[in-house]
């Protein structure tokens, strides 16, 4: 699959999904129960991150029994981790920066890589291997959706996923911009509900979240 390809394969999940739930999974018990309760919200693109060890095993999980979902992986560091997820059946990659290792292995997985950018020179970065698809993060400590306008002049035909301080009180704004395609977040997953298993808090947070951009 060309750069190219793989711009337009992450622009195409992310503006579809317009949020990205950031799941770190707690225990294999949670898994199913958690993707489908965010699923039945309307949140079908998920990633699961690679913060606790349970993140390929729930990868590879839903691959197998969830089918309809897009499933990706999120803190994604090295080329080892990369392939790792790549391995597991992840659709595509989140990364909360962009090493030159990390940006090369990108050019070469099978899946698209959205890698994490902070600066005008990480994006450059990026540019020079052919990505156009990033994700902001930490969005809200780098300046937000002033940072958003500004990339906007000398970057045009880049577009971002704004992770990081995004909640349900900014999250419509941050989709209002013209080069924002989605926004990543886990605002709609309160621990407290996540911890007592409390699936229908969490199905209809993800519905609320996204009624509240309409």
Not at 48 to 55: F, Q, Y
Request: proline content about 5%; some cysteine.
């Amino acid at each position: 699959m060309s750069m190219e390809q793989k711009n337009a394969l992450i622009e195409a999940i992310c503006s579809r999904a317009r949020i990205l739930p950031v799941i770190t999974i707690g225990s294999e018990e949670q898994i199913l129960p958690l993707a489908d309760a965010l699923a039945s919200g309307g949140l079908t693109a998920l990633e699961i991150t690679l913060r606790s060890a349970h993140g390929l095993t729930a990868i590879r999980r839903l691959r197998e029994q969830r089918p309809d979902l897009v499933v990706g992986a999120g803190t994604v560091l090295d080329r080892r981790m990369m392939d790792e997820v790549e391995a597991a059946g992840a659709q595509f990659v989140v990364s909360p920066g962009a090493s030159r290792e990390l940006l090369e292995a990108g050019v070469q997985c099978s899946v698209p890589l959205l890698p994490g950018v902070a600066t005008a020179s990480e994006i450059m970065e990026g540019y020079s291997l052919g990505y156009r698809r990033f994700k902001l993060f930490p969005a809200e400590i780098c300046g937000g959706m002033a940072a958003l306008k500004a990339f906007a002049g000398p970057f045009p035909d880049a577009r971002f996923c704004p992770t990081g301080g995004v909640n349900a009180g900014n999250a419509a704004q941050y989709l209002g911009l013209p080069n924002v395609m989605c926004v990543g977040g886990t605002w709609m997953i309160e621990a407290a509900a996540l911890n007592a298993g409390d699936w229908a808090a969490i199905r209809q947070a993800s519905a609320q979240a996204l009624a509240a951009l309409a």
